[in-house]
């Protein structure tokens, strides 16, 4: 698939913020796939803190979505549009550190082929202790 996204699927009481995403093609791969700020969407993005300063590589921004308040499950999306379909079974995620309740403890992947959907949840990610810095990988392959 082209759009790939992780959805944010719990409570949160202030926000999601998010420093980095990175996919890989499966959970041996070493090199995560590039990526370039401008093909990155979201839900929503609160002003100075797009969906691109998630794929920049870079440690001092973050993109967080619109609203530094109460986030209900299934709320808040990031994404990236890559130029051919690929196909993602792990994904690192970095949320802001020392910021507990800005990093979600249950996530969906989903994938589509064209921008607006439909999207596939096509694996959950469970993270019940808040790691703020950790890659995922598709169980199931």
């Known amino acids: 698939h082209k759009f790939w996204r992780v959805v944010n ?7 999601w913020v ?4 990175k996919f890989y093609s499966d959970k041996h791969a070493k090199v995560p796939l590039e990526t370039k700020p401008a093909k990155a969407f979201a ?8 969906p691109g300063s998630a794929f920049d590589n870079k440690s001092s921004t973050y993109w967080l979505p619109n ?9 808040d999306f990031i994404g990236y549009e890559f130029d051919q379909p690929v196909a993602i ?12 309740n800005v990093v979600s403890t249950k996530m969906y992947v ?8 439909p999207y596939a949840t096509k694996w959950i990610i469970e993270n019940p202790k808040g790691i703020s810095n950790k890659r995922f990988n598709n169980k199931s392959k």
Not at 9 to 15: D, F, G
Not at 67 to 75: I, K, L, N, S, T
């Open 110 to 117: 989903e994938a589509s082929d064209a921008y607006g959907g």
């Open 9 to 15: 699927e719990a409570h949160l009481p202030r926000s």
């Open 89 to 100: 079974n792990s994904v690192r995620i970095i949320h802001q550190k020392g910021q507990g």
């Open 18 to 21: 998010i420093e980095n995403i």
């Open 43 to 50: 839900s929503s993005s609160y002003l100075g803190y797009e």
């Open 67 to 75: 609203g530094w308040y109460d986030r209900g499950a299934g709320e």
